[in-house]
């Protein structure tokens, strides 16, 4: 996806989503990445990145 940023979320939620089958949400052979901050609201954690290439 060209290093654009997609989508922002802030959420308590445990489970998001994000639709692929959304046009340019990505598209065959693109790497998504999804990167996480964990905040308690008084400290945030170092975020954590995990990638994966569409089929």
Known sequence: MNGAVKRTVTTTARVDRFDLSVKGNGDKR???TVTVT?????ANSAPTSA???VR
């Open 51 to 53: 990638s994966a290439t």
């Open 30 to 32: 693109d790497v998504v």
């Open 38 to 42: 964990v905040s308690d609201g008084t």
